[in-house]
């Protein structure tokens, strides 16, 4: 009987050590995954203003130069 009972004990606990490590190791994964969309959004929103940007040059640019020169 006490055999058993250790051998309970011993399971539960390996048991609860592997959903322990397997929570964790998710948690480490969809934080990742997260910084990955925030840098994915950064650049998106770069670009558009790097484009806002230019479109605003260029047109300071045409408004400064009469048209055909």
Known sequence: MRAMVVTLVV?????I???GYV???DRNRRSS???SMAVRNDRADQARHEAERHF????AARH????GT
């Open 11 to 15: 399971f539960v606990a390996l048991l």
């Open 17 to 19: 050590a592997v959903i």
């Open 23 to 25: 929570s964790w190791r």
């Open 33 to 35: 995954l997260e910084d």
């Open 56 to 59: 605003a040059q260029g047109e």
């Open 64 to 67: 400064r130069t009469p048209d």
